[in-house]
């Protein structure tokens, strides 16, 4: 038996004082190792596809809600967070056009999506961490 793995792993260190905002980090996550599950083992179309779909869907739900929160909050450097996410939606768009393509690269997507949600949870969502709770 091997230990299922982890792809992306939650930590308390990436909540940023919100109940809800730390869940849907949680599912992106979830998401994203959903994914990493599937390429490994091979996985076709008919099992990618409603993933990859998901993980659009949801990657916008995420940022819709949080953007409210922020909004809220009167958080002073919201224009440039609204622009982080609007890249990120469209780079994660772009991924799922190309798998649908069959051009895309699985190991360096899901490193770019590993790495571009630990580092705007740490540095980017952190920031207004201190204004929600
Ligand atoms: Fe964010
Ligand atoms: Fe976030």
Same mark, same amino acid.
């Given at each position: 038996?091997?230990?299922?793995?982890?792809?992306?792993a939650w930590s308390p260190r990436y909540s940023v004082n919100?109940?809800?905002?730390d869940? #849907?980090h949680q599912?992106?996550? &979830?998401?994203?190792?959903?994914?990493?599950?599937?390429?490994?083992?091979?996985?076709?179309?008919?099992?990618?596809?409603?993933?990859?779909?998901?993980?659009?869907?949801?990657? #916008?739900?995420?940022?819709?809600?949080?953007?409210?929160?922020?909004?809220?909050?009167?958080?002073?450097?919201?224009?440039?967070?609204?622009?982080?996410?609007? #890249?990120?939606?469209?780079?994660?768009?772009?991924?799922?056009?190309?798998?649908?393509?069959?051009?895309?690269?699985?190991? #360096?997507?899901?490193?770019?999506?590993? &790495?571009?949600?630990?580092?705007?949870i740490t540095?980017? &969502?952190m920031?207004?961490a201190?204004?929600?709770?």
């Amino acid at each position: 038996m091997t230990a299922k793995m982890v792809y992306i792993a939650w930590s308390p260190r990436y909540s940023v004082n919100h109940a809800l905002l730390d869940e #849907q980090h949680q599912v992106v996550f &979830d998401t994203i190792n959903e994914l990493f599950e599937a390429i490994q083992a091979k996985k076709g179309e008919a099992v990618l596809l409603p993933i990859f779909r998901t993980l659009v869907k949801y990657t #916008q739900t995420h940022f819709r809600d949080e953007e409210g929160i922020i909004t809220a909050v009167k958080y002073p450097a919201l224009r440039e967070h609204l622009i982080e996410h609007a #890249q990120m939606v469209n780079k994660t768009k772009m991924y799922y056009q190309e798998f649908k393509d069959g051009v895309y690269d699985s190991t #360096q997507m899901l490193k770019f999506l590993k &790495d571009w949600w630990v580092r705007h949870i740490t540095e980017s &969502d952190m920031k207004f961490a201190r204004l929600l709770g």
